[in-house]
């Protein structure tokens, strides 16, 4: 006796779970494979943000903005600013929704941007050098080494890029956080929390 109720029918259990290979229906249609969906694309890729940042993004797990970043970040970053000035934002959303990074990511894209083109200028007056010397018959100039930081002569202090001023010590602490796990993959780029009493 079992403890199973009496099943007929469709509906009785196997007798056995190995089924050999002749009893298989093959008078069946082909089987149809469930095709995979294509992912969506990176939401934070469309916002026109750096790779070093969709990269610490995405190593976060987040592969799509919410609605407040969606918002806040073209109009952060300057999408319909015109002769480099930007507008000033006040958002207000309830916890959890992306305050933090919808700040942080375009202080950070402006920060990277500023920093490429300070890099792209110094290699084009760097090309226009050596293009006159060619032209005047002399060797190329030698592209500049780099600087030992700990050598004195050399000792440029940090020079901050952004202040964020924060009303309690614990937000200090958090965006200072996020802003670290963002700009993990992006050289050159420091974050320095700084809190009183």
């Known amino acids: 006796m079992t403890d199973t109720f009496e099943v007929q029918g ?16 093959r008078d069946a249609g082909p089987i149809e494979v469930a095709t995979e969906t294509t992912p969506e694309p990176n939401g934070f890729v469309e916002l026109g943000l ?3 940042l969709v990269q610490a993004v995405a190593d976060l797990g987040y592969t799509q903005p919410t609605a407040v970043q969606l918002k806040c970040i073209p ?17 207000s959303s309830q916890t959890g929704s992306g305050k933090t990074a919808a700040f942080l990511l375009p202080v950070l894209n402006t920060l990277l941007r500023q920093q490429a083109e300070a890099a ?11 293009a006159e010397a060619i032209e005047r018959g002399e ?16 000792f440029k202090p940090a020079v901050p890029g952004a202040l964020i001023v924060c009303p309690t010590r614990e937000l ?3 965006v200072a956080h996020d802003a670290i796990d963002l700009v993990k993959h992006a050289r050159g780029l420091r974050v320095a929390n700084v809190v009183g009493g």
């Open 75 to 91: 109009l952060a970053m300057g999408a319909n600013a015109q002769g480099g000035r930007y507008i000033d934002l006040m958002v």
């Open 139 to 154: 060797a190329p100039p030698k592209r500049a080494k780099r600087k030992d930081p700990t050598n004195n002569r050399n």
């Open 10 to 25: 469709d509906f009785a259990p196997a007798e056995s779970f190995s089924t050999p290979a002749d009893h298989i229906d």
């Open 120 to 130: 792209e200028q110094a290699r084009a007056e760097y090309e226009r050098a050596a």
């Open 50 to 52: 750096a790779p070093e």
């Open 172 to 174: 200090a602490q958090q």
